[in-house]
Structure formats: structure tokens, C-alpha cells
């Protein structure tokens, strides 16, 4: 999993993989959370939460990222959410479409 310093870091409970996204959501961070999520789908688990309570800002490339997890999570039939979606982050979102292919905690929102 990721190492110190690294722009995720991860927790995991039952099937669950909880993906703490940090600061801001770019070519470089959006790398290592596709390498983790896709390692976590790999390791069988079924549910993946993207925790954005850190995440202020996303780029187009982020965005990339995300959707290559999202579709990867479609394929094995793994559900995504994401939580703690910061209000600009979420209208970002909306507007693109994603918020149709995802759950979002609204319990958690920001």
C-alpha cells in the first residue's frame, strides 16, 4: 500500500477499503489513487470509499483518474462512494456526470 508521504493513505474494515484522498486531486495523486484502488479491487475488495475531507481541488487529469477507478469498479462488480465531498468538488461532479455513476455519502457532506 501506499507509503509515507504519499498522497493516500488507506484503511480497511471487512470488504471494505476506505481511500483518504489528500489535498489536491492532480496528475501525480491521481496516479496513486488509481494504483491503490485498483490494487484494493485486486485484493477482493468489494466496496471502495473515496474520503475527499481534505480534497479541496480536483483537475481535469484527476478527474481521468477517477473515472478509470470507477470503471474498473464497475467491472468487478465492486460498489464505489464518496464521502466527505467538499461543496465545489461536489458541483464539479454533478456537472460532469459522475455523481450517476456513484454513490455519495450525503451524511458526510461538507
Avoid: W
Amino acid at each position: 500500500m501506499p507509503e509515507s508521504g504519499t498522497p493516500v493513505s488507506v484503511d480497511f474494515e471487512d470488504d471494505t477499503a476506505t481511500v483518504h484522498i489528500e489535498n489536491y486531486l492532480n496528475k501525480p495523486s491521481g496516479e496513486q489513487i488509481e494504483k491503490v484502488c485498483l490494487q484494493c479491487l485486486n485484493d477482493g475488495y468489494k466496496t471502495l470509499i473515496l474520503d475527499f475531507a481534505r480534497t479541496e481541488l480536483v483537475n481535469s487529469i484527476g478527474i481521468s483518474f477517477l473515472l478509470g477507478v470507477i470503471d474498473a469498479c464497475e467491472k468487478k462488480g465492486a460498489d464505489i462512494i464518496f464521502s466527505h465531498v467538499h461543496d465545489d468538488v461536489l458541483s464539479l461532479f454533478q456537472i460532469l456526470g459522475i455523481t450517476r455513476k456513484v454513490k455519495i455519502d450525503f451524511a458526510s457532506l461538507q
